[in-house]
């Protein structure tokens, strides 16, 4: 935007000096404002989108960064074909799981607790639960609520889906403990209760 700006600023003083001189030798005033005002808005424009102006905003969204946005998390179980072995759909839901989560971070299966384990791999969502596990009463401010939702809601899918007792839970990445676990859609432990 700076470009614009400068451009813009060229423009803008190269087009005042066309317009005095059209308006004293000729007494045309049309083409040379028009290039004032276009280059005044190029100035304009150019100088409302420079970063300096967007550091508010930016300082809001650094404030707002360590929520956790759990709206693109929802994993729907659908294609789940009842002829296949456990084993295989148990590969075919980590492979769903695995793209539904894979803004938030990674996604594995522990076969001996029937368990899908989030790793959160997103900055935002690992200061997040930094933050969560030091203060849990934080979990209103960054959003904790809407994310164990989603892995509420995830688990019931998943237990419905493949008939059986199927656990998600989300890791801490420092420590690889859970901070959240829900089982057949019903939370069995949140960090922030404790």
Do not use: C
Request: no cysteine.
């Amino acid at each position: 935007m700076i470009f614009l700006v400068i451009f813009g600023g060229m423009m803008l003083i190269l087009g005042a000096f066309y317009l005095v001189n059209s308006w004293q030798r000729y007494h045309e005033w049309k083409s040379g404002t028009i290039i004032v005002i276009l280059s005044l808005a190029a100035v304009i424009y150019g100088t409302i989108n420079l970063p300096y102006f967007h550091k508010n905003k930016q300082a809001a969204t650094a404030d707002s960064s360590q929520t956790v946005n759990a709206s693109s998390f929802s994993t729907p179980f659908g294609g789940i074909d009842n002829t296949q072995t456990d084993s295989q759909q148990q590969a075919a839901v980590l492979r769903q799981m695995q793209k539904g989560y894979s803004k938030l971070g990674s996604v594995s299966f522990k076969e001996s607790t029937n368990t899908y384990v989030i790793t959160p791999t997103d900055d935002n969502t690992v200061k997040a639960i930094e933050a969560l596990v030091q203060d849990p009463s934080q979990a209103s401010e960054i959003g904790w609520s809407k994310l164990t939702s989603s892995i509420k809601k995830t688990s019931a899918q998943l237990s419905e889906a493949l008939k059986a007792d199927y656990s998600v839970s989300i890791l801490n990445p420092d420590t690889n403990k859970p901070v959240y676990t829900a089982k057949n859609g019903e939370t069995t432990y949140d960090v922030a209760d404790q």
